[in-house]
């Protein structure tokens, strides 16, 4: 069945720094991709998509680029903020269903 | 356009009690699915309404049930709970249902059952 593997946490970084979190897929046909936000005591908020293969979704300094060839959506960010810190959800969406299967998030801590 | 709201936000039950969650989509957004998130199995999907059908399930007993109503809101019904039962239940909603892809989540209901 399909599935998301993302890096585990926590990630660790100093304000500025360049972030990197791995997302990679499994799935049957060709899904759409997201990342999710979520802060303390919040719900999941979308921070960007890609619904095809090359496609790059960039929202609020963040992208990530669709590959098909190593099946991967990887999120990065030139300069973190303290702002940043939260948990990040990598997410495919089967072109069937509306379901949305998630990874098991990676917490990002940054620190001033 | 005000967001996904859930009501309500805290919510403590007792073993063997049954609980209604509420959820009100985005205006004009048709479809409405709901999520459980537990720090043991993370997210994951419970089933989806559309125009007050449902249209997908996820792999959860029958005590989790849900309904959605002529306006698009959105009941979620937990019967017999259980001490498992208890995480931040989450509900997200979208414009044409089918191929939509962008889901709109609310700010959750956390249960705890004791």
């Known amino acids: 069945g399909n599935s998301v593997t993302q890096m585990e946490g926590p990630v660790t970084l100093s304000e500025e720094a360049f972030l990197t979190i791995n997302c990679t897929y499994t799935a049957t046909g060709y899904p759409s991709l997201f990342w999710y936000v979520q802060y303390p005591g919040e719900g999941l908020q979308l921070l960007l998509k890609a619904t095809k293969a090359d496609d790059k979704g960039s929202n609020k300094g963040f992208e990530a680029t669709y590959r098909k060839e190593t099946t991967s959506f990887h999120l990065e960010k030139g300069s973190v903020q303290v702002s940043d810190s939260a948990v990040y959800f990598c997410?495919?969406?089967?072109?069937?269903?509306?379901?949305?299967?998630f990874g098991t998030g990676t917490r990002l801590q940054v620190f001033p | 356009k005000a967001g996904v709201t859930q009501t309500p936000r805290y919510l403590i039950k007792t073993r063997g009690q049954q609980v209604t969650l509420s959820c009100s989509p985005i205006?004009?957004?048709?479809?409405v699915s709901w999520y459980q998130q537990t720090p043991g199995q993370g997210l994951q999907f419970l089933f989806e309404y559309f125009s007050e059908t449902q249209r997908n399930k996820g792999n959860f007993p029958g005590r989790f049930s849900g309904r959605q109503f002529s306006n698009s809101r959105s009941e979620m019904n937990v019967s017999t709970l259980e001490l498992g039962d208890s995480a931040l239940y989450l509900c997200?909603?979208?414009?044409?249902?089918?191929?939509?892809?962008?889901?709109?989540f609310g700010p959750g209901t956390r249960l705890t059952v004791t």
């Open positions: 205006s004009g957004h048709r479809s």
């Open positions: 997410a495919l969406s089967d072109r069937g269903t509306d379901k949305l299967i």
């Open positions: 997200a909603s979208s414009t044409e249902g089918q191929h939509s892809y962008e889901q709109y």
